[in-house]
């Protein structure tokens, strides 16, 4: 391409029509292959809209009730209606995992080239963590997905008062704005990203504020970058109008299913307390760093560390704004979280965690790229060295030009000793990340047989209480679990309404002891009493057969008994202990 000629523009979608299909059918795939049953969140929300459906109030001040997410539960809507339930929103997941693949590929790949982009999106989507997210079902994944289809939109968008100013010498920021807009350029030959309207991008956190709140924080904060990058304040009051119309409908429908417009806010604490979750400005640094490497991996964090030092060194701080600031302020929102009493959970660091394996990429590019003595591709590759404020211009060669029309883009040599320690680096940083996946094979094995299993417990406790309608007629349709786990989960599964199908556990709101209906104690491995008979908390005493009642029922880690006033209770006990005397002498005569 001729110095100083613009090349063709490309979308700003992350990646082309071939990249968004392969995703898109590794997905269904996946959908397909493993099905499960959504969590505990997405369970309650689905029970909500069932309600809803059929005309009666969601009960969101319920007994160990999740924080209601507006639009997840618009979403459980038709979901219900349809009869497919939480399979759509497992696939939907699914699908929000594919793009933020695809917007870590983009980011990384920008930046520093293939490698970088391969390594990033390898890094995210063999994360235990989002692969569980997605199976379960669980709001934060397409969350994520919209919260970096933000950074990779805001990226392309240049206020129209800098693109004017850009033929001149104009002020720092309007220079350090040219040189963030030209961030997406890559070497000669390849297309720039096309430039993005002006509410593409708080539109998108404006939906994402539906999900999460944090999308709040992100949407205001893109808002302060376009005035760093150019943009008046003229221009970014209706955008700010639109990210923050997300909080104002979410107290609307706080109000609206609970009385309260804080409830949101309010109930998650109390939550959090009950539960003895960490808490508190105190706890939030230590768990901070602990979390975000269980989440990113401590390979993939530290590495994500040196690469994001490396891309602000080689394009200044104003180039990379669009992208570091939303992993600073994901830090800093954890931080806000302990301090406003807020459990500190890891789906709390998605969005620091997902940038972080970005930079991870630039790092596994620049040790590669040094290790071969060649410049890094991408546009680190041959960059004008940056001012203090990371502006640049057209006339010293800044970001914006392409390595031909750079006086200095010829590569300087690679020192050997450098050279060495690349090539030391890549070594180790390849034989560990080989290790580390053979060490953590099989957590993938352990991930599709814990979201099997979960599925297979949902069915054989439907079944359970199938095979024992009489007693549930009887007794007033009533069965209790340990504790407030499985609750939501067993709702849906079994169709019953919200007070038919309780906790017996006094904490947390629960039913406290029981004198009629069903009751289901949970026996036989170590993961299914965990997992569905214990929580925080609560007494493990909840986790045994209420007196007055007889066991009459067994399916999988389930035991159902029924109150011993009825008749066909007592019959089918004493045919449940004898058949429990007959698998025990079997198994002793072997």
């Known amino acids: 391409m001729p110095p100083g ?27 397909l292959l493993l099905p499960s049953a959504p969590g505990y969140d997405t369970a309650t929300h689905l ?18 009730a999740p924080t209601m997410h507006p639009l997840w539960l618009l979403l459980a809507v038709p979901a219900v209606a349809t009869g497919v339930g939480g399979s759509l929103l497992q696939l939907l997941d699914l699908f ?29 989507g063999s994360s235990f963590a989002l692969l569980l997210l997605a199976f379960k079902a669980y709001v934060d994944l397409p969350f994520l997905a919209l919260a970096l289809l933000a950074v990779v939109f805001e990226r392309g968008y240049v206020a129209p008062g800098v693109r004017r100013a850009a ?39 404006f939906v994402a504020g539906l999900l999460r709140p944090e999308a709040w924080a992100f949407g205001l904060l893109f808002l302060f970058v376009r005035w760093l990058r150019g943009a ?64 990113a991996r401590p390979p993939v964090a530290a590495a994500g560390v040196v690469g994001a030092a490396l ?10 704004v669009v992208v570091v600031a939303p992993l600073l302020a994901g830090v800093a929102g954890f931080l806000l979280v302990g301090a406003l009493g807020l459990p500190l959970l890891q789906r709390y660091l998605l969005v620091p965690a997902a940038l972080l394996a970005v930079f991870a990429g630039v790092a596994a590019a620049a040790i590669l790229a040094t290790a071969l003595g060649r410049e890094l591709p991408g546009a680190l590759g041959g960059a004008a060295p940056a001012g203090g404020d990371g502006s640049t211009s057209p006339a010293d060669g800044g970001i914006g030009a392409t390595p031909q029309q750079r006086p200095h883009a010829a590569a300087a040599p690679v020192p050997a000793g450098l050279r060495a320690i690349a090539a030391l680096a890549l070594v180790v940083g390849v034989g560990g990340a080989g290790g580390y996946v053979v060490l953590k094979a099989g957590s993938f094995r352990v991930l599709a047989d814990g979201v099997v299993r979960e599925a297979t417990w949902q069915r054989q406790a439907t079944e359970l209480l199938e095979e024992h309608r009489a007693e549930m007629a009887r007794d007033l349709r009533l069965v209790t679990l340990p504790t407030y786990r499985f609750v939501p989960e067993l709702q849906l599964a079994t169709g019953m309404r919200p007070t038919e199908i309780v906790s017996r556990a006094r ?25 569905l008979g214990e929580a925080a908390a609560i007494s493990r005493s909840t986790n045994t057969v209420p007196p007055g009642f007889v066991v009459v029922g067994r399916r999988g880690p389930f035991v159902l008994a029924a109150a011993r006033v009825n008749d066909v209770a007592v019959s089918r006990g004493a045919e449940e202990s004898e058949r429990a005397v007959g698998r025990h002498t079997a198994r002793a005569s072997r």
């Open 5 to 31: 000629e613009a090349g063709p523009r490309r979308s700003s979608w992350p990646v082309g029509r071939a990249g968004a299909v392969g995703l898109a059918a590794l997905a269904i795939v996946a959908w």
């Open 47 to 64: 029970v909500w809209a069932r309600e809803l459906l059929a005309g009666r109030a969601a009960d969101v001040n319920a007994a160990a």
């Open 96 to 124: 929000a995992l594919a793009l933020v693949i695809a917007c870590v590929w983009r980011l990384a790949a920008d930046l520093a080239g293939r490698v970088a982009g391969a390594v990033a999106a390898v890094s995210v």
């Open 167 to 205: 033929g001149g010498v104009s002020s720092s920021r309007a220079a350090g704005a040219r040189a963030l807009a030209a961030l997406a350029d890559r070497q000669a030959g390849v297309a720039r990203q096309r430039e993005v309207g002006p509410f593409v991008v708080p539109g998108l956190l």
């Open 232 to 295: 008046t304040i003229g221009r970014l009051w209706a955008p700010a109008l639109v990210v923050l119309a997300a909080p104002v409908l979410w107290a609307l429908a706080d109000l609206v299913l609970s009385g309260d417009p804080l409830h949101s806010l309010t109930g998650t604490q109390q939550l959090a307390e009950a539960l003895g979750r960490k808490t508190g400005l105190g706890n939030a640094p230590v768990e901070l760093v602990r979390q975000l490497g269980d989440l």
């Open 311 to 320: 891309a602000v060194h080689r394009l200044g701080w104003r180039p990379m």
């Open 507 to 531: 904490e947390l709101g629960g039913e406290g002891p029981q004198t009629h209906g069903l009751a289901l104690v949970i026996e036989g491995s170590k993961a299914a009493r965990t997992r």
